[in-house]
Structures are given as C-alpha cells and as structure tokens.
C-alpha cells in the first residue's frame, strides 16, 4: 500500500487549499482513508476521515471548514479546507486502513501512511 499526499503550501489567513492522496496497492472502495495533522512541537491530531458507505467524519477544530471527499476513478482522497487558520498550520499526512474502526480518529489504528504535505497559515 502506498500513499501520495500533496497540494499543501502557504496560504493567507481565510483562505483555501485543497490536499491530495493518491492510493495504490489497496481495494480503494473497502479502505478508510483518514487525515491527521502535527504542528512543530505538537502531537499528530486527527483531521477527519472517510470509509466505504460511512458518513464523514470531522475533528471539531475543522468541522464546517474542511470537507474530505473520494474519488473511486482516481484513488485519491481529498480534503478541501476553508477559512484556514494561522493554528491549521501543520505537516497533513494522509493514512489508510483496510476496514473502517470505530476509533478512526486514533493515529494507531491506521497501518498505511505516506510522507506529509505542510500547510502553512499565515500573513
């Protein structure tokens, strides 16, 4: 299993960006795909994740701002965030399990991950 994110850079307080994560060597439909964060200094947090026939799900520092979507042609999970935050600023990592866990929003529970993509936020 491999994963691919990209799309993260600098962006300006209010603004969007839309991350990527492309997914090889997996059934797509059958995996959860989740995306977790870690700023400098900090622990990695869950951001939101999504799973075959599962409603999203959302931490609540970006519910209502960031939206996670799949893409089943293309194999990739994106995460489109809004109204970015000077605290939104992090290195995202997407990760991948092969069935959906009730404890989605647990960093442990995910076996497949790829390098991360930083999101910086600032004036």
């Known amino acids: 299993v491999q994963l691919q994110a990209s799309g993260g850079g600098w962006v300006q307080p209010g603004g969007s960006l839309t991350l990527s994560c492309a997914t090889s060597?997996?059934?797509?439909?059958?995996?959860?795909v989740a995306w977790f964060r870690q700023a400098p200094g900090k622990e990695r947090e869950f951001v939101a994740a999504?799973?075959?026939?599962?409603?999203?799900r959302y931490a609540d520092a970006v519910k209502g701002r960031f939206i996670i979507a799949r893409d089943s042609g293309k194999n990739t999970v994106y995460l489109r965030m809004n109204s970015l935050r000077p605290e939104d600023t992090a290195n995202y990592y997407c990760?991948?399990?092969?069935?959906?866990?009730?404890?989605?929003?647990?960093?442990?529970?995910?076996?497949?991950w790829g390098q991360g993509t930083l999101v910086t936020v600032s004036s």
């Open positions: 990760e991948a399990r092969s069935r959906w866990t009730v404890e989605y929003y647990r960093d442990v529970r995910y076996d497949s």
């Open positions: 060597g997996l059934t797509f439909t059958e995996y959860a």
């Open positions: 999504v799973g075959n026939g599962r409603s999203p």
